[in-house]
T-cell receptor, first 115, second 118 residues
Framework: EPEVTQTPSHQVTQMGQEVILRCVPI?????FYWYRQILGQKVEFLVS????????KSEIFDDQFSVERPDGSNFTLKIRSTKLEDSAMYFC?????????????FGPGTRLTVT | AQTVTQSQPEMSVQEAETVTLSCTYD???????LFWYKQPPSRQMILVIR??????QNATENRFSVNFQKAAKSFSLKISDSQLGDAAMYFC???????????????FGKGTKLSVKP
């Protein structure tokens, strides 16, 4: 069964450094999302992406964040200058463009630790 | 703004028994979608079940079923014949309708931690 994959599984970085989190969505999916989950808290929406542009973004997704689909398979989240409070689990999700099928499929997540 | 509330931070069930996890939500929309996701210790988010608001029939997936009460804005998850592998965090999630360019981001509740006792 096709699945969303994410790399790396765990990233440790120093405050102020740039990180890029990578995701490979399910191949025939057209809508892509990033969510984050701070340890012990609920999952929060960051951004959605469709047709090579951002569709929606939350308040969390400020100028330090950017997303890109550099080729036909990868979907990346970049944090330009990481802060301690960016430490969280980051989930990529994708969904198909099938009317009536709106469920999103999540990747296994990347745990980001900012020291 | 839409909100999702899970009022049970933790629940416990005996193996082979049935447990119900509660979820309520607030929305002014009439067309929307609801989901339950399971998050085991690995922290992977796994879709358990989905419900379209326009459907009156409650969704069922094997041992998992929902009790969807649209007027009460309630969406509970029932797990029958609980197994040790069901132990996880369970998140209720809401997705609004598709319009105005919205691609339907999910709004999650805070989760319920389910323990299964052997």
């Amino acid at each position: 069964e096709p699945e969303v994959t994410q790399t790396p599984s765990h990233q440790v970085t120093q405050m102020g450094q740039e990180v890029i989190l990578r995701c490979v969505p399910i191949s025939n999916h057209l809508y892509f999302y990033w969510y984050r989950q701070i340890l012990g808290q609920k999952v929060e929406f960051l951004v959605s992406f469709y047709n090579n542009e951002i569709s929606e973004k939350s308040e969390i997704f400020d100028d330090q964040f950017s997303v890109e689909r550099p080729d036909g398979s990868n979907f990346t989240l970049k944090i330009r200058s990481t802060k301690l409070e960016d430490s969280a689990m980051y989930f990529c999700a994708s969904r198909a463009r099938t009317i009536g099928r709106y469920e999103q499929y999540f990747g296994p997540g990347t745990r980001l630790t900012v020291t | 703004a839409q909100t999702v509330t899970q009022s049970q931070p933790e629940m416990s069930v005996q193996e082979a028994e049935t447990v119900t996890l509660s979820c309520t939500y607030d929305t002014s929309e009439s067309d929307y979608y609801l989901f339950w996701y399971k998050q085991p210790p690995s922290r992977q988010m796994i879709l358990v079940i989905r419900q379209e608001a326009y459907k009156q029939q409650n969704a069922t997936e094997n041992r998992f079923s929902v009790n969807f009460q649209k007027a009460a804005k309630s969406f509970s998850l029932k797990i029958s014949d609980s197994q040790l592998g069901d132990a996880a965090m369970y998140f209720c999630a809401y997705r609004g309708p598709n319009y105005g360019g919205s691609q339907g981001n999910l709004i999650f509740g805070k989760g319920t931690k389910l323990s299964v006792k052997p």
